[in-house]
């Protein structure tokens, strides 16, 4: 996850790195001498440079045009489902008003415009559809939830104190129907918007300043996860070396061309931004440039209407530990420890036990067909339990449907060689011990949903760190250790990342991302993205 300082027309953070972004491998260095700074351009921008301003404002225009006009959807998207949302609650409480007298009608008429136009406000006062935040990560949908229940708030506070007498079933109605609307329309505007990117369309062009450590890493992770809007069109290497792996040391990326390198100063950094026609640049290495060439290069996209970011040099924090506080003149990045307990764990808690109850009762059919199947397909026990390593290192028995022969577990140490796992958990993907009713099982999840017992007693959440095993924790060193510092899920950010398929250095990086920036806006996201991994079966064996 890679987060940017935001820089223009006042500074706040935004997420622009993905919780799910691979971890950038070691890199290789180039054995150049370090020199003036070197610019690496997108090819078709290389081979025309320099640019004129012209085309420089073509392409800026281009960005602007179809980030307003996407912008602007989603506003008259949010307006049309307030609207619905408030005539349906109309109808589903009063039956349309017919039963209703003239003045109760007013009455009402005044209230659904009220609300209507109160809600429209607030999801602007929370600037949910700011384009620094729309198209990727959970901020968005957080500030539409935030915009949804400030304005049913602010109505509740209102009828007390001016006793308006507003009907409580007409907003009981209204306020579910308008949150899971406004959500499920900025979720079909985003997946349009992700399948226009994935075909290198909708894209901001992103010219990279700094030195190679700080900015490669970036590069790699900007090209692997495309859903984040952005296209690398440069890089201004302050070091003045190139060197990306696995490419062979010194070399740029294959599809960039190369022009004349500029000074590191003001005049050279505009130009290089005019040249790739860049509508964003990002400083990975901002004591390369010194604080009165930043100061100035703001001032000048500003002018130029490109926006800027600044790197602070961390990564996988989520922006909501991260603070921007002013100290001497100088902004300080402020980032909050970890929140292990307190309200929201307690908050958690509860989801966990309503949900996992809830769960559990909607799935009893499926409960009841699956273990009918195990019964009916082999012999052995319907269950199987096994130890797992919990909160504080508390060993717990969690719960499984069987999906191998009775005994598997004493057929391990002859198949130790022909593992597929990732060098620390024993994984195959052809087990001979997998019943073909329990490969079915794995393969949707649904050999975990007894877990749900798990998370009633307490001893597991909905979403976590994966649970693991005693002679697993047995290995942890250093900083792995953090993982138990909260209780493990049956889903989370490896459940939705690849599952089986991940190396045991990226499962581990999920995990600690989950537990160091843990929230309740997160835990839904990932459910949420959870049905649909399970549903295509991807990386379950």
């Known amino acids: 996850m890679a987060y940017f300082t935001h820089c223009k027309n006042g500074c706040n953070f935004a997420n622009t790195g993905s919780e799910v972004a691979r971890d950038v491998g070691p890199q290789v260095r180039s054995a150049q001498p370090r020199g003036s700074p070197k610019v690496m351009l997108d090819e078709a921008h290389a081979a025309s440079a320099p640019a004129t301003r012209t085309s420089f404002e073509l392409v800026n225009g281009t960005f602007e045009r179809w980030s307003a006009s996407y912008v602007r959807r989603v506003h008259w998207t949010d307006l049309t489902l307030v609207l619905g949302a408030v005539a349906g609650a109309v109808v589903i409480r009063f039956a349309g008003g017919g039963g209703l007298g003239i003045a109760q009608r007013n009455h009402l008429a005044i209230e659904t415009i009220a609300l209507s136009i109160a809600w429209i406000l607030a999801l602007h006062a929370t600037q949910s559809a700011d384009k620094r935040i729309i198209g990727s990560g959970a901020t968005e949908y957080s500030r539409v939830a935030s915009a949804c229940f400030m304005t049913f708030g602010f109505l509740a506070i209102f009828d007390l104190v001016f006793k308006l007498n507003i009907a409580r079933g007409f907003v009981a109605v209204a306020l579910p129907i308008g949150t899971i609307g406004l959500l499920a329309g900025r979720w079909a505007w985003r997946k349009n918007l992700t399948r226009q990117r994935a075909n290198g369309t909708k894209l901001q062009r992103i010219l990279i300043i700094g030195d190679s450590d700080s900015s490669i890493p970036l590069i790699d992770r900007i090209e692997d996860n495309h859903f984040l809007g952005y296209k690398v069109v440069g890089l201004v290497n302050t070091s003045g070396t190139v060197s990306k792996s696995p490419r062979p040391p010194g070399s740029a990326p294959?599809?960039?061309?190369?022009?004349?390198?500029?000074?590191?100063?003001?005049?050279?950094?505009?130009?290089?931004?005019?040249?790739?026609?860049?509508?964003?640049?990002?400083?990975?290495?901002?004591?390369?440039?010194?604080?009165?060439?930043?100061?100035?290069?703001?001032?000048?996209?500003?002018?130029?209407?490109?926006?800027?970011?600044?790197?602070?040099?961390?990564?996988?924090?989520?922006?909501?530990?991260?603070?921007?506080?002013?100290?001497?003149?100088?902004?300080?990045?402020?980032?909050?420890?970890?929140?292990?307990?307190?309200?929201?764990?307690?908050?958690?808690?509860?989801?966990?036990?309503?949900?996992?109850?809830?769960?559990?009762?909607?799935?009893?059919?499926?409960?009841?067909?699956?273990?009918?199947?195990?019964?009916?397909?082999?012999?052995?026990?319907?269950?199987?339990?096994?130890?797992?390593?919990?909160?504080?290192?508390?060993?717990?028995?969690?719960?499984?449907?069987?999906?191998?022969?009775d005994g598997a577990d004493r057929q391990k140490s002859s198949l130790v060689g022909n593992s597929d796992g990732n060098g620390v958990l024993f994984k195959m993907r052809k087990d001979p011990r997998v019943t073909r009713v329990g490969a079915f099982l794995r393969r949707y999840s649904l050999d975990e949903l007894p877990q749900l017992i798990n998370v009633l007693t307490g001893e597991m959440s909905l979403v976590g760190p994966r649970p693991p095993l005693r002679e697993e924790v047995a290995q942890y060193r250093g900083p792995v250790v953090r993982r138990l510092l909260v209780r493990p899920g049956i889903t989370g950010l490896w459940q939705i990342s690849g599952r089986s398929e991940l190396s045991w250095d990226e499962s581990v990086r999920l995990d600690l991302l989950y537990v160091e920036n843990w929230s309740i806006m997160q835990d839904l996201v990932i459910l949420w993205r959870t049905m649909r991994a399970v549903i295509n079966g991807q990386g379950a064996y």
């Open 254 to 405: 294959a599809h960039w061309g190369h022009c004349n390198p500029p000074a590191a100063d003001l005049d050279g950094l505009t130009k290089a931004v005019k040249q790739t026609g860049a509508t964003t640049v990002a400083v990975t290495s901002a004591a390369a440039l010194g604080y009165s060439v930043m100061r100035e290069l703001s001032w000048a996209l500003e002018s130029m209407d490109v926006e800027m970011v600044v790197a602070p040099g961390v990564t996988d924090i989520a922006g909501p530990r991260m603070m921007l506080r002013p100290v001497a003149g100088l902004p300080m990045l402020h980032i909050d420890k970890p929140r292990y307990a307190g309200a929201n764990r307690f908050l958690k808690a509860g989801i966990d036990r309503l949900g996992a109850l809830t769960m559990l009762i909607l799935l009893t059919p499926v409960l009841v067909t699956c273990a009918i199947a195990i019964k009916c397909s082999s012999s052995g026990p319907i269950f199987y339990r096994a130890e797992r390593i919990g909160l504080s290192n508390s060993p717990f028995l969690m719960w499984k449907f069987r999906s191998m022969v």
